[in-house]
């Protein structure tokens, strides 16, 4: 264990251990292919950080298509990307011959390993217990550094399926939820689901911060938008169900859906589509590179409506409040917590259907309702993400995490 004292540090030397890429990124990392945005709540939070005066932050994290690794600085912070494929040609190892599940992600860990022993940390902060190709480092650096563990989501075995790639994440995020003793969460019910996994977890409050987005003034085309990973979990063929109970009301009712599917969903969609006699309403975008992308054609819609049934707060319902895009939602997971202190965006119950519908319709049909809701997203957003409160949610986080570390390290040595 390092011996840390991190309080006569000029700066906190903390290291993220993660995965995201966005387009800067890619700009600098040139990939032999470009791919879309993900987890953008990384570098958002991460901006925080930029040009610090208390911590020299260092991001670790797995990129595809790069031939080895890479490592730079941007506005302060220190990038640390590494292959996690197919040796220099950096796609992921296929389905038939998944060697980095089979040797238990070695190559990762050892590469990981060597970026953290180098930069010598006062503290690691790990991104999520899912993604067993990053998160599986973790358990190496236990005994030598504080590590506090971010929870991202709980385990979700059953929608995993039972592939080795689907079993090996679901065993990584239940050996970390349960062997490590610090966690950052963000909302309450993320708080309770852990504490049932881990009665003697220690708690942390820290919110990420979110990209902030104000309004996009273009040319309403769409009733609708959903966007979001397309999936039956994120409610996708509840929303067309519900949109076929509008459209008995409202008949020239439309949807915009953004986002890519596989032949064999999109066959499946399609069909369920047409059963509800709601295809002729119904605009597939398909995948958009960008956020911006993603944000201009979501705009182009008067509501956005998302019936997630497994989620804690999604990253489109904070997206489409900022934008001033009234949510018609599920209550699931953490999202009800948005609405507290007064309702900030319309629920109803997961598979209420009908409940959807009628939200829709109100929106649709009453425009002081609507402006009401969109003004209440945008302040509701305004006041829960201070990025002042992040920063110090963070700091408070990795002191105590390091004073309990010094503690035990104390305790031991008598």
Not at 3 to 26: D, G, M, R, Y
Not at 28 to 35: A, T
Not at 193 to 200: A, F, H, Q
Request: hydrophobic residues 40%.
């Amino acid at each position: 264990m390092r011996n840390q004292e991190p309080l006569t540090h000029k700066k906190l030397i903390v290291v993220w251990i993660c995965h995201f890429s966005n387009a800067e990124v890619q700009s600098i990392l040139k990939p032999m292919k470009r791919f879309s945005e993900y987890a953008p709540w990384i570098p958002s939070t991460a901006r925080v950080f930029e040009h610090s005066s208390e911590v020299e932050l260092h991001i670790i994290s797995p990129h595809e298509y790069i031939p080895w690794r890479k490592s730079f600085q941007l506005r302060g912070i220190h990038y640390h990307f590494f292959n996690p494929g197919i040796p220099l040609l950096g796609r992921h190892w296929p389905a038939i011959f998944r060697w980095d599940v089979l040797t238990d992600f070695k190559d990762n860990k050892r590469i990981i390993k060597r970026i953290v022993n180098k930069i010598n940390p006062d503290v690691i902060h790990l991104q999520g217990a899912e993604n067993a190709r990053y998160s599986s480092s973790v358990f190496q650096f236990a005994s030598q550094y504080p590590v506090v563990v971010n929870i991202q989501r709980m385990v979700l075995d059953f929608r995993l399926g039972t592939s080795p790639e689907a079993l090996k994440r679901v065993s990584v995020e239940k050996a970390i939820l349960t062997q490590f003793k610090h966690f950052s969460v963000r909302t309450d019910t993320m708080k309770q689901d852990l504490l049932t996994y881990n009665p003697n977890a220690i708690v942390h409050w820290v919110r990420y911060s979110i990209r902030k987005l104000k309004p996009i003034q273009v040319q309403k085309e769409f009733d609708l938008v959903f966007f979001a990973r397309i999936c039956k979990d994120k409610g996708i063929e509840d929303l067309i169900q519900a949109l076929s109970i509008v459209r008995r009301s409202l008949p020239n009712t439309t949807l915009c859906v953004i986002g890519g599917r596989d032949e064999q969903y999109k066959m499946h969609l399609d069909n369920l589509s047409k059963e509800c006699r709601v295809d002729d309403a119904i605009t597939w975008t398909g995948k958009l590179r960008t956020l911006d992308e993603v944000h201009k054609q979501a705009s182009k819609a008067r509501i956005s409506v998302l019936p997630t049934h497994y989620d804690i707060i999604s990253g489109t319902i904070l997206e489409s409040m900022q934008l001033g895009l009234p949510v018609v939602s599920y209550k699931t997971g953490s999202i009800p917590e948005l609405n507290n202190d007064r309702e900030n965006l319309l629920l109803v119950d997961i598979g209420d259907i009908e409940g959807l519908a009628k939200n829709i319709i109100r929106l649709l049909q009453d425009n002081e309702l609507h402006e009401l809701m969109a003004r209440r997203g945008i302040d509701c957003m305004e006041k829960r993400y201070s990025a002042d409160d992040i920063l110090e949610q963070h700091l408070n986080c990795y002191r105590g995490v390091i004073k309990d570390s010094n503690a035990v390290m104390k305790g031991n040595e008598l």
